[in-house]
């Protein structure tokens, strides 16, 4: 994951968020769902 590392995970969570702005609460669901993936990666870097 070296090179998925380079990109800064939290610049795709808000690419993601951009793109399914659907509803505060759904954004929200989502958020929490990519931090959680942002230090899963990031443990495993």
């Known amino acids: 994951m070296k090179m998925g590392s380079r990109l ?3 610049v795709m969570a808000a690419i993601m968020m951009v793109l399914t ?3 505060l609460n759904a954004m ?3 958020f929490m ?3 959680l993936m942002g ?3 990031k443990s495993r870097d």
């Open 8 to 10: 800064p995970w939290f």
């Open 21 to 23: 702005d659907s509803d």
């Open 28 to 30: 929200a669901d989502k």
């Open 33 to 35: 769902l990519i931090i």
């Open 39 to 41: 230090f899963w990666m």
